[in-house]
């Protein structure tokens, strides 16, 4: 079953304090903080918005401003053109030197993050924060100024000390260029595209209010480089295709374009998409790899389960999604290929297809595109009987490993897209192998429908979309 | 009963824990607000970088402290000899080591590698090589170490002038023919093989294409469960990358593969890859030559739905759009 009030505990606990092995994610508490809040969103547990909240949240109204107090404390001043990724970053200024005009006297490492920018937004269109307090004009250009000359994103972009407030950085050859700095990869074109409707950017260009939009072009070539021989997308060229990759490069171009993904993707390479999207479901082996060498030094949680689902014969078998060919299962793959299916729709020519409405209509019901071509039912089982933490909340990468922050949220947006695939494919009465499983695959339902293009909750989506009008009309 | 008092010992222990993690966490922000006061006051001696030390050794992640060592190593640098520099620079690339076995995955770590050597005055391109070899004997799916690979491959022919992509193309030949089963290595390939025949245009490249069609059939014989070698077969004999074939030409290779396959499905008839791999083959076959799909794929689609159920109404999907 689902245990929806463990998991908002866990979000809630892990919110006021988090344990030792997290200091390594210290430079990206930004993205800790839209887990939770987001997690708390789907789970029904945030006073916000008029939706009725769940009865045993102890959520306040005054922890929702508290939230969004913090989260404006990472804004970068006095621009507020940007955020940072964690106020690990907002290191003091060295003072200014006298004679060396070395690369390190010349900028400022207190930097704006692509990534920290796309969490600090979505939390605060969750917490419903009208974002009037930012410079949304001065976030596009930052955002463009993020955009190398190969089309991809930098992680941020190191602040120049001796230039004033808002000043324009040069756009020097990208791979000499010092205001860039971090890794070199989809993620940060994907937070970029986000941030950029979020703030409404599209609106300010069209507007003429910005003087230019991102680069379009060299946006969408440098997606298509990172395509690979099998048909998935890479983090980066030469990279193998990769369930995260795949996500953040479908995701950039479903919210360039409008969410109009067949205007900038040929119907063969959606094709190919969806299809090895649904090859990296895989079915959880009998003795799961132990944790690869990135994960968080944690003890094993022991967790209940009264009669372990992978002694079935194997078509019963829970089966989740890995991130490359060839790899085991992991929980935030779940969202990360379920996330690319609810973007993408095959060309419609079957009478099975869902009555998926337009995403961009009403709130109470979200697009899943092909959500509906995966194993949901194996999907909900891995996640549910190997994966979910009943005892202390929360979702583990793999099965016998501790709970953290990331992929409970993602286990738990994977479950949201799959429950509202169920609401639109016949009930959960059309998934199940047996009745006696009809408790457990009817238990996710409560949660939230979400946005797989943006990753938030549908009602969050709706409330942007309301500020996106009122910027339209200013 | 016996749950209860389970209870009651975890509750304890997580007390226990709790206070062990919270001085931990107060020695950690003490560590860091010396390293950034030491870096607020323009410490650039030896002493900063044992700070340094310390601390990344903790958090290899929080890249501003990687930033910082860069800046104290840049003042030690300054007017030294070329020795001197070189000295410290082979420290740093030991003290790398050891972070790269405890965080192969660092972003940062490789970062600091690849600037140790940018301001080597002689990096040490072949030793480099050899390590990042070894890393990936580790982890062979690391991409991390591929990128690094790459950059250090880079670096080399720029140093030397000559081409790497023959040794890189037969060290992925290496590492196949040791494991049909190397998903790295094939990518790998995919990405060498256009650049090798650009590189080297007396190579026939239909006799190279019939060559990898050899290697990647002994492969899916071996290995007929294996995703990667069918991947790698499809890539062959639908890609324009190796050589642009004529639509004739492309027809005969369609219909000896089928062949192939075929003859491999008689000894392995519920083999998922050879149904989809066939199937997928006379859908294509039947759109070159504007003809109807062969009958038999729908007995491979519903085979498929049998075998391969998580993936049902993907097949069920495509035997309607026949």
């Known amino acids: ?474 | 009963m016996h749950s209860v008092k389970r209870e009651r010992t975890s509750a304890k222990a997580r007390e226990e824990r709790r206070r062990r993690e919270a001085g931990k966490i107060v020695e950690y922000k003490a560590l860091v607000d010396k390293v950034l006061t030491s870096r607020k006051n323009q410490n650039y001696t030896p002493d900063a970088l044992s700070l340094t030390t310390t601390l990344l050794k903790q958090n290899p992640e929080y890249y501003t402290i990687w930033n910082y060592r860069r800046e104290i190593l840049t003042s030690i640098f300054l007017a030294q000899p070329a020795e001197t520099i070189q000295s410290h620079i082979d420290n740093e690339l030991q003290f790398l080591f050891a972070r790269l076995m405890e965080f192969p995955k660092c972003y940062w770590i490789w970062n600091h590698r690849k600037w140790c050597l940018e301001t080597s005055p002689s990096p040490p391109w072949k030793y480099e090589l050899g390590l990042v070899t070894k890393m990936l004997e580790r982890d062979a799916r690391n991409f991390h170490g591929w990128h690094y690979r790459r950059y250090v491959v880079q670096g080399t022919e720029q140093a030397t002038g000559k081409s790497l992509v023959r040794p890189e193309f037969d060290y992925t030949t290496t590492k196949i023919k040791a494991n049909f089963s190397n998903f790295s290595a094939w990518h790998n390939r995919t990405k060498l093989i256009p650049r090798l025949l650009k590189e080297e245009p007396d190579i026939d490249a239909r006799n190279f294409l019939d060559n990898e069609v050899n290697l990647i059939t002994q492969a899916i014989y071996t290995d007929p469960d294996d995703q990667s070698v069918w991947l790698y077969h499809r890539w062959l004999i639908t890609s324009d990358d190796i050589v642009k074939l004529s639509s004739d030409e492309r027809k005969d290779l369609l219909n000896k593969e089928i062949k192939s396959i075929q003859e491999l499905l008689d000894v392995e008839p519920d083999s998922k890859w050879c149904l989809q791999s066939l199937a997928f083959y006379k859908c294509l076959l039947a759109s070159l030559a504007g003809k109807a799909v062969e009958s038999s794929v729908v007995g491979y689609l519903d085979k498929l739905q049998d075998i391969d159920p998580m993936r049902k109404k993907r097949y069920e999907d495509w035997k309607v759009q026949l």
């Open chain 1, 1 to 474: 079953m689902f245990a929806l009030d463990r998991h908002a505990s866990f979000f809630q606990h892990s919110l006021r304090l988090l344990p030792y092995h997290y200091t390594q994610t210290d430079t990206t508490r930004l993205a800790l903080v839209f887990f939770c809040v987001s997690g708390l969103d789907l789970l029904g547990y945030l006073p916000v918005g008029d939706r009725q909240c769940s009865s045993k949240s102890k959520i306040t109204k005054l922890d929702v401003e508290h939230w969004k107090e913090w989260v404006y404390s990472t804004c970068l001043l006095p621009t507020r053109d940007a955020f940072r990724c964690s106020p690990a970053t907002a290191v003091p200024r060295s003072s200014a030197s006298s004679s060396s005009s070395s690369h390190f006297d010349q900028f400022d490492y207190d930097a704006g993050h692509t990534a920290g920018t796309y969490f600090a937004l979505c939390t605060l269109i969750i917490l419903r924060d009208d974002l009037s307090r930012l410079d949304r004009v001065g976030m596009m250009r930052w955002l463009r100024k993020c955009q190398r000359q190969d089309g991809s994103f930098a992680a941020g972009l190191l602040r120049s000390k001796h230039n004033g407030a808002g000043a324009a950085l040069s756009d020097d050859d990208d791979d000499n260029c010092e205001q860039k700095f971090g890794e070199r990869d989809l993620r940060f074109g994907y937070c970029a595209a986000a941030a950029r409707w979020l703030i409404g950017g599209d609106i300010l260009a069209r507007k003429k209010i910005v003087a230019a939009d991102i680069a379009f072009d060299s946006a969408f070539e440098y997606i298509a480089s990172c395509i690979s021989f099998d048909g998935g997308i890479a983090m980066s060229p030469y990279a193998e295709a990769h369930a995260g990759g795949t996500y953040c490069g479908v995701g950039a171009l479903c919210l360039l374009s409008q969410r109009k993904i067949s205007t900038v993707l040929a119907d063969a390479v959606v094709g190919d998409l969806v299809k090895w999207s649904l090859m990296q479901q895989v079915y959880a082996e009998l003795d799961p790899e132990s944790g690869s060498e990135d994960e968080i030094h944690s003890e094993p949680t022991s967790f209940s389960s009264s009669e372990s689902p992978l002694r079935s014969p194997v078509v019963d078998r829970p089966a989740g999604f890995s991130g490359r060919t060839n790899k085991p299962p992991d929980t935030c793959y779940s969202f990360w290929a379920g996330g690319t299916l609810a973007m993408l729709e095959l060309p419609v020519t079957s009478s099975s297809s869902s009555s998926s409405s337009s995403s961009s209509s009403s709130s109470s019901s979200s697009s899943t595109g092909s959500l509906r071509l995966l194993d949901i039912r194996a999907n909900i089982m891995f996640l549910l009987t190997q994966t979910q933490n009943t005892m202390i909340g929360g979702f583990s990468k793999v099965a016998g490993t501790h709970p953290d922050i990331m992929h409970s949220y993602l286990g738990i947006a994977a479950l949201a897209m799959c429950a509202e695939t169920i609401r639109q494919n016949g009930g959960p009465e059309s998934f199940v192998k047996a009745d006696t499983e009809l408790d457990t695959i009817a238990s996710i339902l409560p949660l939230q429908p979400l946005d797989g293009a943006l990753c938030l909750s549908t009602s969050a989506l709706q409330y942007a979309q309301e500020l996106r009008s009122k910027w339209e009309n200013e």
